[in-house]
């Protein structure tokens, strides 16, 4: 049931899976920045859609 690689914690500050992976940090780096725009101008969407309603 536990299949962690790691078998000691000692000492252990932080485990990345894209560490070693430029590519891996980019690509987690550009999905992180996509979902903060599209969750951003979506909220904006709504908030000009519910004040223009309200005039």
């Given at each position: 049931m536990f299949s962690s690689p790691i078998s000691s914690w000692d000492n252990v500050a932080?485990?990345?899976?894209?560490?070693d992976s430029p590519m891996g940090m980019?690509?987690?780096l550009a999905a992180a920045v996509g979902i903060y725009l599209y969750l951003?101008?979506?909220i904006m969407k709504?908030?000009?859609d519910a004040?223009?309603?309200h005039k």
């Open positions: 932080a485990y990345f899976t894209f560490s980019a690509i987690s951003n101008i979506s709504h908030e000009k004040f223009d309603k």
